[in-house]
Every structure is written in C-alpha cells, then in structure tokens.
C-alpha cells in the first residue's frame, strides 16, 4: 500500500497486542484499551489515505513508466538492485557488513563449488606457456567437443575482426537505452548520447588499437556485480546468480565485435543451435 507510512505501522503493532492481551485476559480493562487503540487505527487510516490522495501529482498515475515502477514491487518478489538483502548463514543472519563479503566470496568460487571434472591435457609443454590465450587453445585442440566440430566443419577461412568506422560506433551510441543500468563510477549514458560525436572518435580509435595490438583495454573489463534474486527464499545466497553491470563503452565495443562474430559464426552453427 503506497499510503503505508511508519506512525500507521506503530499504530496496527499495539493494537495487535492489546489485542493478543485481550484475548489472554478477557478483562473489561483490557477490551476498553484495545477497543480505543482500534477505533485510533481505522481514524488514522482514514487520515492517512485523505492525505496521501490529496498530495498525489496526476503525472505519476497517469505516466506508465512510473506507475509500473510504483506497483511492480507488489507484483513480483524479485528483488530490485536498491533492495536490501538479509542472508541467513548456518542458521544465524549475517551482519549487514559481511553481507557483500559473503556473496562475493560464493561468486568468486560458484565454477569450483559445481565440482566439474578439469579437462587435463596430454600436452606437458603447455604449463610452461605464459600467453594465456595461446595456452587454451593447445591445451584444448585435441578436446573431444573440438575435435567433433573441425570433423564436422572445414572452416574454409580464419576468424579476425575488421576495423570499423566512426558512423557505425556512432550509430550503436545512439541506439543506446538510457534506462538500462551502466557501471557506479562510468559515464552516464545521457552524456555519451548527447557527446556521441566526441566519444564515437575517441571509440573509434581505441577499437582500430584494440584490433592492432590484440589488447582490450584493462579500464573497460571492470563490471559492478549485482546479486539477483532468481528463485525460492530470499535470505540464501544459493538463491541469487550474479549480474555484472559493464561500463558504457564497454557495451558499445561489445556490440561492434558482436556483429562481426555474429556474421562469422552464423555460416558454421547450426540453425538449430540455441543458448550457448
């Protein structure tokens, strides 16, 4: 109820007691107490809607966007990125201080906890290389998965990116949601769509480096992780997945290199292919 406020709250919370009293001990003392508290919460409740429907601005009842985001919260129990979470560790709740530690730390090892069997390779050289990219790709070439897909496609040409143009970045800057969450410390993405000249150069030029030097920019991996509610009881940290919120120019590199994986790998997947 948006007209729910703490003096109405107080109000319900003794007459619930006097009227738990009243039942214990069915004295004419007792019942007069609870009766006054009574007569006082439907006389504050009353006073409490008058007031809140006479202060209510017609724009937030009539605008969709904001009167979704008013009643949603009774809708759904997902839990929102402002909600606070209380977690319940070997039956005691966690200080509200330890909270992130405890999710960071269920996080961070969420991979080891599933207990998956580590592909080992037969190759003992590769230990001793430094590059990790060049260190998965030896250590998996004679994967049974990898070894399947080359039996079942001769990918005729190898995979790179091209450089793109300042038209296109600045295209994907303006199709931007300005709704949609970007990292604490980043740039707001109002300011970029409203700049998008100046950020589609600056862009432009930190992709075609990127594609030269095969080196993203260490400033742009940085994400704020979320915890999100998915499923059952609210206060268990198996019950919440991580969701990392990327920097602005991040995503508008992500999009650019998409495309072009995209148009790459759609002549090898199968049309049936779904998920990952």
């Not at 090892?109 to 592909?119: D, G, K, M, S, T």
């Not at 038209?167 to 970007?182: G, H, Y």
């Amino acid at each position: 109820m948006p007209f729910f406020n703490k003096d109405l709250s107080k109000a319900i919370m003794t007459r619930t007691k006097l009227r738990n009293i009243f039942i214990q001990n069915k004295s004419e003392e007792n019942r007069i107490r609870y009766t006054k508290q009574r007569n006082f919460c439907v006389s504050l409740l009353r006073k409490t809607k008058k007031q809140f429907y006479q202060n209510l601005n017609e724009k937030n009842v009539a605008d969709n966007k904001l009167f979704w985001k008013t009643v949603k919260p009774f809708l759904s129990d997902k839990v929102s990125g402002k909600d606070k979470i209380h977690l319940i560790e070997n039956n005691e709740l966690i200080k509200s201080d330890s909270e992130t530690e405890v999710l960071n730390n269920f996080f961070s090892n969420i991979v080891q906890n599933l207990n998956i069997v580590r592909y080992t390779s037969d190759e003992p050289f590769v230990e001793n290389i430094s590059d990790p990219t060049l260190k998965a790709i030896l250590k998996y070439r004679k994967h049974p998965g990898v070894i399947a897909i080359r039996d079942k496609f001769k990918i005729k040409d190898a995979f790179s990116f091209v450089e793109v143009d300042q038209k296109e970045i600045e295209k994907e800057i303006l199709s931007m949601d300005v709704n949609k969450a970007s990292q604490g410390s980043d740039i707001p993405t109002k300011i970029v769509k409203e700049n998008f000249d100046i950020f589609g150069s600056f862009v432009c030029t930190g992709f075609k480096n990127t594609i030269k030097l095969s080196n993203f920019y260490e400033n742009l991996k940085y994400a704020d992780v979320t915890p999100l509610h998915k499923k059952s009881k609210k206060d268990l940290k198996g019950n919440y997945r991580p969701v990392s919120i990327l920097p602005n120019l991040s995503k508008i590199f992500e999009k650019c290199m998409f495309k072009q994986i995209t148009q790459f790998f759609d002549k090898i997947f199968s049309k049936y292919q779904f998920g990952f």
